[in-house]
């Protein structure tokens, strides 16, 4: 059982930035899809952003410009740059490695930001 392990949350004032990292227990780090999705109450969870093998790079629209998604498979890790944060970014933000059968997700990690 890979094991996802994401920090980096807290709370910020609207216009901040945060840097959120994930990282895997995965042998074959450098060889699979991590992706960023987040949760606010009420509401569906959502993509945030995704980075694939070649680091290619894939944004929700509600973020494009604003996050930055990168990988380090030296260290297994992705992490998530975060900047000129809203209020509506608050949600929990779950780290998720994609693969054939169920996914592997982290136990997320709050973030807040006040306005």
């Known amino acids: 059982q890979v094991q996802l392990v994401e920090s980096g949350g807290g709370k910020v004032q609207a216009g901040g930035s945060l840097r959120l990292s994930c990282t895997s227990s995965?042998?074959?780090?450098?060889?699979?899809?991590i992706g960023w999705y987040r949760q606010a109450p009420g509401k569906q969870r959502e993509l945030v952003a995704l980075i694939g093998i070649n680091n290619s790079t894939n944004y929700g629209d509600s973020v494009k410009g604003r996050f930055t998604i990168s990988r380090d498979d030296a260290k297994n890790t992705v992490y998530l740059q975060m900047e000129s944060l809203k209020p509506e970014d608050t949600a929990v933000y779950y780290c998720?490695?994609?693969?054939?059968?169920?996914?592997?997700w982290g136990q997320g990690t709050q973030v807040t930001v006040s306005a």
């Open positions: 995965e042998s074959t780090f450098s060889s699979v899809v």
């Open positions: 998720c490695q994609k693969r054939i059968g169920p996914d592997y």
